[in-house]
């Protein structure tokens, strides 16, 4: 078993790496016997016979994760084979990198749009685009030959701050909304109002409620928690089943079920919202962006793809490649990315699946190095994925609302936190869940040779403070680091190498008792089911 406590090269950074925005372990369970092998244990809390509503004696229980992805994981991500085509080069576009395509590209892009989708076809060669890509419809799709066949080169620095080279931006305009009758508790899908008239099936809603005293109180977060105070804050994106307006209160049925209580005593309500995009998608493809050193570091949170207020899009098959603006030599040679890579900001059940990011320039504080970053957003599946070399190479970041979400056969190496641009040691990165308790994601199956974090960041990032509840970490190995010091019970449930936290007298576990749950320390080549949400898709699939 790895030690718990006195991991000095893994302590929290303090106030040197704020990022500003824009219960004991109980005893491993018995041999069940199954295809594991014969020294296979199963969780505790995941029998045989396990169900989403299953719950031990004493409260612990996990959520049902398998609704993670496109569609829920039900069908493979992917433009319909009918769909027209638009071939960037038949436009204009110059595949050797010697000319700006940027015009062109986003030619193909809007006649896509005007064709209400389709597929813009990147032929193989290098892309040089010197602007911003944006796409405003649904069933726009980018698809190049290959991702190291394919390749787009972003080369604008100057006034991207905060931005995206490729953004797909839907909109999330509210036109309805519904006070809850009565709270809502978690794990439950039915949500109860006083008068559902003016709904229907198909609707997306959002369902969230207000920062208030109370809720900062209940959570130990009062003078702590201050951006998001007074404010009323969407938890859970959702698509209503069914409107039942038989009952008094009518009964809204939602796609998936919620992961934390809504109050009203919070003022909990539901949104309903249109313009969001969806059947959109990058495949394919190579991207870089990465600048000089010294434009890299004049500029923040550049991210090379962002997809804002989406539904059931995807990113598969993409992998960043050496810039050819980046430095020959010297700092920030060889950079894939100036700072961010990947933001999904507001989105809802996206797959991000074979994706490749690395070698981030600017890796200092002010949410830089970034390369899977995740905002506000539900049942996003990152599977199968690869980052290396940035900050927090996987992350949570900035506000309330990201639950639901999977990060599956993930692997994390050399992350690293830069002081500034002269910094030429930095100290160690890892993963984490960064803000504003993101709620019962999963990180399931992955690997960690820099380390993951959930723990309380108290005031750093404009007061983080508590970063998780109730989340599951399941089958993690690594040489890295792996803290769980979260929010009321989070669950460390088989690992393999990784060095454990789970107590610490630090800051970081200021207010996180009780300990989390530990199962299965250094036997994570034992549990039963390899992957958790692999094992609870199936089982939700055969329900």
């Known amino acids: 078993m790895r030690p718990l406590l006195g991991l000095l090269a893994f302590l929290p950074c303090l106030a040197a790496c704020s990022d500003e925005p824009p219960g004991g372990a109980p005893p491993p369970a018995p041999d069940a016997g199954t295809d594991a092998g014969p020294a296979s244990f199963r969780s505790a809390l995941y029998p045989e016979d396990w169900t989403p509503s299953f719950t031990d004696a004493e409260g612990h229980f996990l959520h049902d994760f398998s609704y993670a992805g496109y569609h829920h994981a039900e069908a493979p991500p992917g433009a319909p084979a009918a769909a027209p085509t638009f071939d960037v080069v038949t436009q204009g576009a110059d595949p050797t990198g010697q000319m700006d395509a940027t015009l062109a590209v986003q030619a193909a892009i809007d006649a896509a749009a005007a064709q209400g989708g389709g597929i813009v076809t990147f032929p193989e060669g290098l892309y040089r685009i010197d602007d911003k890509l944006v796409v405003s419809a649904s069933g726009v799709v980018l698809r190049g030959a290959g991702a190291t066949k394919s390749r787009l080169h972003f080369t604008r620095s100057a006034g991207m701050d905060y931005d995206a080279h490729l953004a797909f931006l839907g909109k999330a305009e509210p036109n309805l909304e519904l006070p809850l009758a009565v709270d809502a508790t978690s794990r439950a899908d039915v949500v109860e109002v006083a008068s ?283 040489k890295g680091a792996l803290r769980s010091l979260q929010f009321g019970t989070g669950y460390v449930i088989g690992t393999e190498g990784l060095y454990v936290t789970t107590e610490s007298p630090l800051p970081m576990a200021l207010g996180t008792q009780p300990v989390d749950w530990v199962e299965g320390l250094d036997e994570g080549d034992a549990l039963d089911p390899p992957s958790l949400y692999e094992d609870q898709r199936s089982r939700r699939r055969a329900r």
């Open 196 to 478: 559902a008239e003016d709904l229907a099936p198909g609707d997306d809603v959002l369902l969230g409620w207000n920062i208030t005293p109370a809720f900062l109180e209940e959570h130990g977060m009062t003078g702590t928690w201050t951006a998001f105070n007074d404010t009323w804050q969407p938890f859970f994106r959702r698509t209503v089943v069914a409107v039942d307006k038989t009952s008094s209160p009518h009964r809204i049925t939602l796609d998936v079920p919620l992961r934390y209580p809504a109050k009203l005593r919070d003022g909990a309500s539901l949104t309903r919202v249109t313009g969001l995009l969806r059947e959109c998608g990058v495949e394919s493809l190579g991207v870089s962006n990465a600048v000089s050193w010294a434009e890299a570091w004049a500029a923040s949170q550049v991210h090379a793809i962002d997809l804002r207020r989406v539904v059931d899009c995807w990113i598969k098959d993409v992998a960043s490649f050496p810039s050819p603006a980046a430095p020959a030599e010297g700092p920030g040679s060889g950079a894939h990315l100036a700072s961010g890579g990947i933001l999904l900001e507001e989105a809802t059940r996206v797959t991000v699946q074979h994706v490749s990011l690395g070698l981030a320039q600017n890796r200092g504080g002010g949410g830089n190095g970034y390369l899977f970053e995740i905002r506000r957003s539900n049942e996003i599946l990152v599977a199968d994925s690869e980052g290396d070399g940035g900050r927090h190479n996987f992350i949570q970041n900035w506000g309330f609302g990201t639950t639901g979400c999977v990060f599956l056969r993930i692997q994390s190496k050399n992350g690293e936190s830069l002081t500034d641009m002269n910094d030429a040691s930095g100290f160690t990165g890892l993963s984490e869940f960064h803000h504003s308790l993101a709620t019962a994601n999963l990180i399931d199956a992955s690997t960690f040779d820099d380390g993951f974090s959930i723990v309380n960041r108290n005031d750093e990032s404009t007061g983080a403070g508590h970063t998780g509840t109730e989340n599951v970490l399941w089958n993690n190995r690594g």
